[in-house]
């Protein structure tokens, strides 16, 4: 009992730290996108690199730690325990990510509102040039200027909010990636044909009994 006590606290504490570095990765991630935003020159190349620093580079680093931590408790774990560090993976990575993506625009407010100011530019030359009705320009742009807007009246509590909603959309990341990377431990152990007397014995056979 001792020895799996330990075994559980340690995979806690290894999926702890593997937040903390995913958190900084994901922060960085966020600052990397954020100079593509402002210095982007069409809005269709911004939105991918977008996705794929975002997002893309995020989930993939994320499943190699996943299964970092299933080869720490030796290649298998229950859909529960894989849940539950996974998760604890993710909640630190969320928490320390928004520290350090606030911290940043905190230190460095301009790039926030220059990756903006770009993506209205770009939105605009796009929806122009496919002749879309001022209407819906407009909307986009209004819709923009909010977000611009409200850069310099989030409080902590809606920085605390904003927390929650990821936690929220991590803990649904983390039963996907559960289930997908789940492994339980075989019950029976596979026995070699050749040690039960016959190459074509069955495990439960031992043709070395007499008849």
């Not at 922060?27 to 809005?43: D, E, N, R």
């Not at 998760?87 to 990756?115: H, K, M, R, W």
Request: aromatic share 10%; proline share 3%; hydrophobic share 50%.
């Amino acid at each position: 009992m001792e020895t799996t006590y330990n075994l559980e606290q340690n995979l806690k504490k290894k999926a702890i730290t593997k937040g903390v570095i995913l958190g900084v990765i994901s922060a960085v991630l966020s600052i990397i996108s954020l100079y593509f935003s402002a210095t982007a020159t069409s809005i269709y190349t911004s939105s991918i690199i977008n996705f794929v620093v975002n997002y893309g580079v995020f989930l993939a680093i994320a499943v190699v730690f996943v299964l970092q931590l299933r080869r720490a408790v030796g290649g298998y774990w229950s859909f529960s325990t894989a849940l539950k560090n996974i998760f604890i993976l993710l909640a630190v990575t969320a928490t320390i990510g928004l520290l350090g993506i606030s911290a940043f625009n905190a230190a460095f407010p301009d790039l926030q509102v220059e990756a903006i100011e770009n993506t209205q530019n770009l939105t605009i030359e796009t929806m122009e040039a496919a002749n879309t009705p001022d209407e819906q320009i407009d909307t986009v742009l209004e819709m923009l200027d909010e977000q611009k807007e409200a850069l310099g009246a989030l409080s902590f509590g809606q920085v605390i909010k904003g927390l929650f909603v990821s936690l929220l959309l991590y803990f649904v990341l983390a039963l996907i990636l559960a289930a997908i990377f789940k492994k339980e431990k075989p019950i029976f152990k596979k026995v070699n044909p050749t040690e039960s007397g016959s190459p074509d014995a069955h495990p439960w056979q031992n043709n070395n009994n007499p008849e």
